[in-house]
């Protein structure tokens, strides 16, 4: 059984920055292509960003390039996104996720493994 839970999330102002953490059980977490989606009330979820299982490659949205950064700890079993100048437009739920196939995909579908999911709200 594979678990996934997310924290960090909160309420910031606009300009401001928030970490995000997602902790996973199991002994396959090195193995994992590891994701973030995020999803805004009626609107469909969407990806955020990706890194490949060794940490060597990662892939952002347009919508994030150049404020967040994906990473992971693979000794902690952890992977985090770190979101800075963040805009109203941030405002979501995020999911972390993982894709045991060992790539990384772009679309939710392909994720094998969700977490429930953290709040950020950002006010402008």
């Known amino acids: 059984q594979v678990q996934l839970v997310e924290s960090g999330g909160g309420s910031v102002q606009a300009g401001g920055s928030l970490r995000l953490s997602c902790a996973t059980s199991g002994r396959a977490f090195s193995t994992y292509a590891m994701a973030w989606f995020r999803q805004a009330p009626g609107k469909a979820r969407e990806f955020v960003a990706a890194i490949r299982r060794s940490g060597g490659s990662s892939y952002y949205a347009d919508s994030v390039k150049g404020r967040f950064t994906i990473s992971r700890d693979n000794a902690r079993n952890t992977a985090y996104l770190q979101m800075n100048s963040l805009k109203p437009e941030d405002t979501a739920v995020y999911y972390c996720?993982?894709?045991?196939?060992?790539?990384?995909?772009?679309?939710?579908?392909?994720?094998?493994?969700w977490g429930q999911g953290t709040q950020v709200t950002v006010s402008s």
């Open positions: 996720a993982a894709d045991d196939e060992g790539g990384v995909p772009l679309s939710a579908y392909d994720y094998d493994y």
